[in-house]
DNA sequence: CGACTGCTTGAGAGTACTCAAGTACTGTGG
DNA sequence: CCACAGTACTTGAGTACTCTCAAGCAGTCG
């Protein structure tokens, strides 16, 4: 994803003296790691908070639940993703681990006092809730606008392409996908079969897929 | 260093004298005022982009197009808004009044030629981002879990909530609305008929309603 | 091996969509 | 003031996509 205009580059992070300058190392020079086991909240929905989160290793969705027990999943995140930004003295979402996790905690309120590293985290954190607003505009036209075989099928592209590698690995169940799609379980599972039927990707196991024909996904990504 | 043309002089906010103090004000001071007839572009999508925008008079609306012609309006702003916050580069929706519009323009880059002023801008600029992610995840459960009749309850709602008075102005056309909620035209106005139908609002003309059973609306958009 | 959890598949139902026609509101010209 | 045109909105009938409910299959752990 691109970067906003206004931010500087990261080379503008880069001094010539040997200075932290990926997001994990300013993170880890002033958050504090903690460790969840698979299925672990990390945070409650509604929970006061004062606190930034950075996947370490792992992977961590963040849900919303409503009174009557549906539930939708806001975003999954990876490491080095910055997490647990929504405005306000809540969390709107509670954020749980997908499965054995580390995770970076920073209080927003300390960040003024660790000086020209807290600036730049303080700088990383307004970066990255400019491109979650992007993302969840994105996510917002999925959901709006496309069918159940395309927001698969977008959901698919989108976490291989955050994977990189030619395999992906799905840390999520079939239930997280569905409640993060506005699906349900038994339309999403029916997609992936279609999607395979189709000779769009390729499946090895229920948690594990290739991308089998890529100039067809991103026909229907970008539909 | 040059400033751009339409930017007011300086000396304007350094003044110790009364300072601005409402977003208006000090948007004021910043930006120029344009104005748009009704139906008319702000900023197109895909465009570059280093501005912020904010409604003075008037209603905007962002909308984002598919390839093949799907629409969905992101969101929908009121004096007072800020809006155009999408990161990137460029803007990922393009932006059109829904009336005869007043809005004020500020550059982004350019907020810290303006002292104070500009830092006070530039941290409601922050705070607008956190809050449209805020509404933005809440869009998105009600696009993903919420019933056609539950959306449209909700958008009501939200309208006016927003307006604050006992009657309010649909500013929009149904499509417009039927784009927002990821409904057809023809749902909205089925909905709207059914909500009018079961007492929960009524309608004066098709712009125009009144909230009938507040308490049943808020269970419907709580639900 | 059996129990458990997660995933897939099938049949039928329901909500929202598509296509089509009809109504209301607005502005223009006679 | 009314007729007319144009746009926006509503209503109706039939369809399609996704959901619900139910059963069967697969991988995992004791």
Do not use: N
């Not at 999943?73 to 709107?92: N, Q, W």
């Not at 099928?153 to 993060?180: C, K, N, P, Y």
């Not at 395979?196 to 196991?205: C, F, I, K, N, S």
């Amino acid at each position: 994803m691109s970067m906003p205009a206004f931010l500087p580059d990261r080379a503008a992070f880069t001094t010539p003296y040997a200075q932290p300058i990926t997001s994990a190392e300013i993170f880890g020079a002033i958050g504090s790691a903690m460790t969840y086991s698979d299925g672990e909240e990390i945070y409650a929905q509604d929970e006061e908070t004062d606190m930034v989160y950075q996947v370490q290793r792992g992977a961590v969705r963040a849900s919303r639940l409503l009174g009557d027990g549906r539930r939708q999943i806001a975003g999954f995140y990876y490491p080095g993703d910055l997490f647990g930004l929504e405005a306000g003295p809540t969390h709107r979402a509670s954020a749980e681990a997908l499965c054995d996790s580390r995770v970076l905690v920073a209080r927003r309120s300390a960040l003024k006092h660790y000086g020209e590293a807290g600036e730049r985290l303080e700088r990383l954190i307004w970066r990255a809730t400019g491109q979650e607003l992007g993302r969840c505009h994105d996510h917002m036209m999925l959901l709006a606008r496309k069918s159940a075989y395309e927001r698969v099928a977008g959901f698919l592209s989108d976490v291989a392409q955050r994977q990189g590698s030619a395999w992906t690995e799905l840390a999520m169940r079939r239930q997280d996908i569905a409640d993060h799609l506005g699906l349900t379980i038994e339309t999403v599972s029916r997609m992936i079969t279609q999607l395979q039927a189709d000779g769009v990707v390729a499946l090895e196991g229920c948690r594990r897929f290739r991308i089998a024909a890529p100039d067809r996904l991103a026909d229907l990504v970008a539909a």
